[in-house]
């Protein structure tokens, strides 16, 4: 399709036709959100609704700070449209060379900047979604009283409850600096207990991330440890993007708080390294399992005072269901509240490495459940998480999702098997 009227007539054909619709943005998805199951709403075939086509910077409003974009566009084409106009959007997920607007909003794709610029679904200010129902506008201002707001339902939603064909997003000027470094921690304690702290002052910088023990030691190979003289800890990542004065502002108070919470400021190489590397590991992950190694990730979200918890209970679940495995994991996203706990499993792929890690997961996710933390921050729930999803928001919670599904898509022919419990 090349437009939202395109859309539309396709899911009236499909509706007519009993024929799933999937929609596909950049193909980055890692839960299964692209593997519909036609078969469980009695449907004959399967159209997979690409939208490549669908690349436009349609509408730009320099005074309220908004654009209006495309959902076929990839995070790379968004960010070079935008900074024509010497602004950008500022969210770099890991998937960001390929991953797509709508793909960003369907999901709740969160980014790297995260710290700073905050989550995707927290940018979208308005959407346009075609329903097999009929037209959807939602975001008619920056906030209101008007009920609930029914923009949360198709954030998220994975392409089961419509196709979203426009997304207005906040924009902000082109940083003039960004200012990467590295900072130096006894343990993963004592820098997630930093990090909780500068949140809850309002003190976050643009870039906050918290590698433990075993990936600060895999990521650096330096046997020497960070810092040098036998040092071992754990590499913290602080980045600042803005004006010279506000990063100046902002890295004076942050180097304060972090150095009088026990800190060591490692300099800029630690933070430059990884800017310059933040997209290679799926790169890295392909290779491996060329060569034999095992490599998958999974995450988690919870509050601050649970987060020892369920760190220990996701990394002893994994570790038990995979000998000889090595588990690394950071802190990726922080709020007042808690935070995203990450975690990369590395361990001998053996003849069958599917075989090995679906069960895997299962227990990593049956860990997540029992620590009463979420079974995904950012990767979605798709059809891997979906056996978790009732335990997590309850009967009547899935009961909602499916008078929805209901209501919006009545003959059942968006994504069928993904997401809805």
Known sequence: PGSHDDVAALLAWAGTERVAVVPFGGGTAVTGGLVADPASAGLTGVV??????????????????????????????????????????????????????????????????????????????????????????LGASPANASGPDLRELFLGSEGAFGVITEVTVRVRPLPEVKDYEGWRWASFADGADAMRQLAQADLLPTVLRLSDENETAINLADPEGIGGEGNAGC?????????????????????????????????????????????????????????????????????????????????????????GAMVLCHVSHVYATGCSLYFTVAAPGGEDPLAAWLPAKAAACEAIVAAGASITHHHAVGTDHKPYLTAEIGEVGARVLHAVKDAVDPVGILNPGVLIP
């Open 48 to 137: 997979s609704l690409d939208l490549g086509r669908m690349r436009r910077l349609l509408a730009l409003d320099p005074v309220s700070s908004t654009a209006t974009l495309e959902p076929g566009l990839r995070g790379p084409e968004a960010e070079a449209l935008l900074a024509q106009h010497g602004l950008m959007l500022g969210h770099f997920p890991q998937s960001f060379e390929f991953a797509t607007i709508g793909g960003f909003a369907a999901t709740r794709s969160s980014g790297q900047s995260s710290a700073g610029y905050g989550r995707f679904d927290a940018m979208v200010v308005a959407l346009r979604v075609a329903t097999p129902a009929g037209d959807v506008r």
């Open 235 to 323: 590499l913290m990542i602080v980045g600042y993007e803005g004006t010279p004065a506000a990063v100046a502002a902002k890295k004076a108070a942050v180097t304060g708080a972090l150095t009088a919470l026990g800190g060591t400021a490692l300099g800029a190489e630690p933070g430059q390294s990884w800017a310059s590397g933040r997209f290679n590991a799926p790169y890295l992950r392909d290779s491996l399992l060329d060569n034999g190694v095992l490599v998958e990730t999974l995450e988690t979200v919870t509050f601050w005072s649970n987060r020892e918890n369920l760190y220990t209970r996701v990394k002893a679940a994994l570790e038990a269901a995979l000998p």
